[in-house]
């Protein structure tokens, strides 16, 4: 019996077969068999850290953890805080993330093999950029880690410990929020010398009203998603450039739902690159929370595989989990071709009727960002929104071609 990813998975198969996805990792560097929990900050004489390289299987359950240390860096992710559906209260999804400030690799090997990859020569301006957006892809993790953050100016939180790939997710509740819309900031709290993204911030969704879940890479940001070398150099060299007439789509939505409808930014990308999309988010579009996938610690060729490979199971299933916080909102889905997000939010539309109202798809059509044309096809689309009413999808060229869409679709709901 053939999975319901299938059909998707052969697709995105055939796009790294024919775009050379497979020796473009093979070219890069991986250092992620050298993961193991380091924590020499709490044993001299390696027992007790042995005992965390275990423990640490277990994640938040530990019985083990070692708390920051001023070496470390630190990620505290945005989120949307929303009322548990049986209890009634606000709760929230915490994700932080703790790496060594100094990677044990060596930096200058990753950042060569980037450049030479993508074609610079040893010296091209470009490496002082790549060195500075690699490093999250080399540093090592600190599993077993907990983080302490101060949330809304008062309530303290003690996040973690961090599983295998340092990264903790705790489900808390919070505070009633004051306002409409109502962002309450977290800050971590770590001993001098520690980095990182050391705030976040929450956005606090009612139950109902409107709700917009968007792609990135090729969506609202120039990727090519479908091209190894296009992949690397907008990750590592260029500086991030959105897609045409996407930030004033996204404002003009903005203005149509009101402030306190909550954005989801659901990407296939690695977290390791959430700095670098949270200043990318924060510079063209309106605020929401970043939701990445954790597959590609300390390894670069993982950057490939993370947004060429199992994309659709992933998207649907964390989907699912924003249907859980939000079940009575009315959801906007907007995506592009070059990955599976027309599968994705089809399996979505026709698992929960009548949650997703609109369906948006950008059809790329450069042929290096999409891969293979067969992407574009009319019948795929036809496929991936069989059951959905037609006037719930649409293929886009331009951005501006969706404005009365969007418009009209609110009116019809209110």
Same mark, same amino acid.
């Given at each position: 019996?053939?999975?319901? %990813?299938?059909?998707?998975?052969?697709?995105?198969?055939?796009?790294?077969?024919?775009?050379?996805?497979?020796?473009?990792?093979?070219?890069?560097?991986?250092?992620?068999?050298?993961?193991?929990?380091?924590?020499?900050?709490?044993?001299? +004489?390696?027992?007790?850290?042995?005992?965390?390289?275990? =423990?640490?299987? &277990?994640?938040?359950?530990?019985?083990?953890? *070692?708390?920051?240390?001023?070496?470390?860096?630190?990620?505290?992710? +945005?989120?949307?805080?929303?009322?548990?559906?049986?209890?009634?209260?606000? !709760?929230?999804?915490?994700?932080?993330?703790?790496?060594?400030?100094?990677?044990?690799?060596?930096?200058?090997?990753?950042? =060569?093999?980037?450049?030479?990859?993508?074609?610079?020569?040893?010296?091209?301006?470009?490496?002082?950029?790549?060195?500075?957006?690699?490093?999250?892809?080399?540093?090592?993790?600190?599993?077993?880690?907990?983080?302490?953050?101060?949330?809304?100016?008062?309530?303290?939180?003690?996040?973690?410990?961090?599983? *295998?790939?340092?990264?903790?997710?705790?489900?808390?509740?919070?505070?009633?929020?004051?306002?409409?819309?109502?962002?309450?900031?977290?800050?971590? !709290?770590?001993?001098?010398?520690?980095?990182?993204?050391? !705030?976040?911030?929450?956005?606090?969704?009612?139950?109902?009203?409107?709700?917009?879940?968007?792609?990135?890479? +090729?969506?609202?940001?120039?990727?090519?998603?479908?091209?190894?070398?296009?992949? @690397?150099?907008?990750? %590592?060299?260029?500086?991030?450039?959105?897609?045409?007439?996407?930030?004033?789509?996204?404002?003009?939505?903005?203005?149509?739902?009101?402030?306190?409808?909550? &954005?989801?930014?659901?990407?296939?990308?690695?977290?390791?690159?959430?700095?670098?999309?949270?200043? %990318?988010?924060?510079?063209?579009?309106?605020?929401?929370?970043?939701?990445?996938?954790?597959?590609?610690?300390?390894?670069?060729?993982?950057?490939?595989?993370? #947004?060429?490979?199992?994309?659709?199971?992933?998207?649907?299933?964390?989907?699912?989990?924003?249907?859980?916080?939000?079940?009575?909102?009315?959801?906007?889905?907007?995506?592009?071709? =070059?990955?599976?997000?027309?599968?994705?939010?089809?399996? #979505?539309? *026709?698992?929960?009727?009548?949650?997703?109202?609109?369906? @948006?798809?950008?059809?790329? =059509?450069?042929?290096?960002?999409?891969?293979?044309?067969?992407?574009?096809?009319?019948?795929?689309?036809?496929?991936? %929104?069989?059951?959905?009413?037609?006037?719930?999808?649409?293929? &886009? !060229?331009?951005?501006?071609?969706?404005?009365?869409?969007?418009?009209?679709?609110?009116?019809?709901?209110?």
């Amino acid at each position: 019996m053939l999975s319901e %990813f299938s059909l998707t998975d052969d697709m995105q198969r055939r796009t790294r077969k024919q775009c050379g996805f497979d020796q473009a990792e093979a070219d890069l560097p991986s250092y992620a068999k050298n993961v193991k929990a380091r924590s020499p900050t709490l044993s001299t +004489d390696g027992v007790k850290e042995k005992m965390m390289d275990v =423990t640490s299987y &277990f994640g938040s359950n530990s019985p083990l953890y *070692r708390n920051v240390a001023a070496n470390d860096t630190v990620w505290l992710l +945005d989120n949307t805080a929303y009322k548990n559906t049986e209890t009634g209260k606000w !709760e929230v999804e915490f994700v932080s993330a703790v790496f060594a400030q100094q990677p044990s690799c060596t930096v200058l090997e990753a950042v =060569t093999a980037v450049a030479h990859k993508i074609g610079l020569n040893d010296n091209d301006p470009n490496y002082p950029t790549i060195e500075e957006r690699v490093l999250p892809f080399i540093q090592d993790i600190r599993p077993g880690t907990k983080v302490k953050a101060i949330h809304a100016g008062a309530d303290r939180l003690e996040l973690g410990p961090g599983g *295998r790939n340092g990264i903790s997710t705790d489900t808390k509740p919070v505070r009633e929020g004051q306002g409409n819309p109502q962002i309450a900031k977290a800050t971590a !709290e770590v001993p001098y010398g520690a980095n990182g993204v050391l !705030e976040m911030k929450t956005f606090y969704a009612e139950p109902e009203g409107w709700s917009v879940i968007s792609d990135i890479d +090729d969506t609202i940001k120039i990727t090519m998603t479908s091209d190894p070398i296009g992949i @690397l150099k907008s990750t %590592f060299t260029d500086t991030p450039q959105p897609c045409p007439g996407m930030p004033e789509l996204y404002q003009n939505i903005a203005s149509l739902i009101g402030p306190a409808a909550p &954005f989801f930014y659901l990407s296939a990308s690695p977290y390791n690159l959430y700095p670098f999309l949270r200043d %990318f988010r924060q510079k063209y579009y309106p605020h929401g929370t970043i939701v990445l996938r954790d597959s590609s610690w300390m390894s670069i060729p993982g950057l490939l595989s993370s #947004i060429t490979l199992g994309t659709e199971q992933y998207k649907t299933d964390r989907m699912k989990k924003i249907h859980e916080w939000l079940p009575k909102r009315k959801m906007i889905c907007i995506g592009d071709s =070059t990955q599976a997000d027309p599968e994705s939010y089809g399996n #979505i539309y *026709r698992k929960f009727p009548g949650w997703v109202k609109l369906i @948006l798809i950008r059809k790329v =059509t450069d042929i290096a960002a999409l891969g293979i044309e067969s992407k574009n096809e009319p019948k795929r689309f036809e496929k991936a %929104f069989k059951h959905v009413p037609k006037e719930r999808w649409h293929v &886009f !060229e331009t951005a501006a071609e969706c404005n009365a869409i969007i418009a009209n679709t609110i009116a019809s709901e209110s």
